[in-house]
């Protein structure tokens, strides 16, 4: 029994290291993309803008997708593009 409780608390423990390399992996893009959107003028920021909503459109799967997880990566995608970081 020990043995099982100490393999997974090393899972655990690898689970939450590869969690935060995530998360540090998402904050170094936030601030690559935040400098290229200060970088340009506002119709080219609408132009990508519109572009990424395009591409967005064309390559969500029909059905396979939860409406929920749809709208919570279109929530992420709009406070990024425009309420870039400060």
Do not use: C, W
Request: charged fraction near 30%.
């Amino acid at each position: 029994m020990k043995n099982l409780i100490a393999e997974l608390l090393l899972k655990l423990a690898e689970k939450e290291e590869e969690s935060k390399e995530f998360v540090a992996q998402i904050e170094a893009l936030e601030i690559v993309v935040t400098a290229l959107l200060r970088r340009m003028e506002q119709s080219e920021q609408q132009a990508l803008y519109t572009s990424i909503e395009a591409a967005l459109h064309d390559a969500r799967p029909k059905g396979e997708v939860s409406t929920h997880d749809t709208q919570l990566l279109q929530q992420y995608l709009e406070k990024l593009l425009t309420h870039p970081r400060s």
